[in-house]
């Protein structure tokens, strides 16, 4: 009787009275997406393992916030979603951290070098950087996720669409249409500062 109810009803049924039951439930229906998932974004198998185990531990510790203004699977998703690309930035932040350490133990007059020679360039590419972050965060969230998705995550057409469950002739056109319009609001910024 239990599996027969979907993912929304078990919720409302089940964690309040069992919530263990719930969460069983709930895990064993979508452990094996969420790890997929996981892995398609951190290509690695042992960290796809830990994202998984960590997302199911988050999800049901904000499962009683869950307000069906999406499906469960959405909402699941898109917990898996923001939780790996948190672990992924964390990841290059302390791996920068550890190349400027590493940086700093060159010779002085080594750094004073590359500074010179490097700072113009680094300077460009940094506000450049900058500003399409903002533009990319000034997008409506499932425009800057799909763009993320195809050149952060290096997912393919396909993979996008299984990940959003749509067609990939949906897929191509919502990338089309997000990256015109980042080249519109990217060209206008730059003409402003």
């Not at 898109?78 to 964390?90: E, F, G, P, V, W």
Request: glycine fraction near 4%; hydrophobic fraction near 30%.
């Amino acid at each position: 009787m239990k599996s027969k109810l979907n993912d929304e009803e078990v919720i409302r049924q089940y964690l309040t009275t069992n919530p263990n039951d719930c969460f069983e439930m709930l895990y064993n229906r979508y452990v094996g997406k969420v790890y997929n998932r996981c892995l398609s974004l951190t290509k690695d198998s042992e960290k796809a393992q830990d994202f998984t185990h960590d997302i199911f531990i988050k999800m049901f510790s904000r499962l009683d916030k869950f307000e069906e203004r999406s499906t469960f699977s959405t909402w699941l998703y898109s917990i898996s979603y923001n939780y790996c690309m948190d672990q992924i930035r964390l990841g290059k932040r302390l791996t920068t951290t550890s190349l400027e350490d590493d940086m700093n133990a060159d010779t002085e007059q080594d750094a004073k070098t590359s500074q010179y020679v490097s700072a113009d360039d680094s300077e460009d590419l940094e506000d450049n950087l900058q500003h399409l972050n903002r533009v990319m965060n000034a997008l409506p969230k499932e425009e800057s996720m799909i763009l993320r998705l195809k050149y952060q995550d290096g997912l393919d057409i396909r993979q996008i669409a299984e990940q959003l469950n749509l067609k990939d002739s949906a897929v191509k056109m919502r990338l089309k249409r997000s990256r015109e319009k980042v080249k519109r609001i990217y060209g206008i910024g730059l003409m402003a500062g």
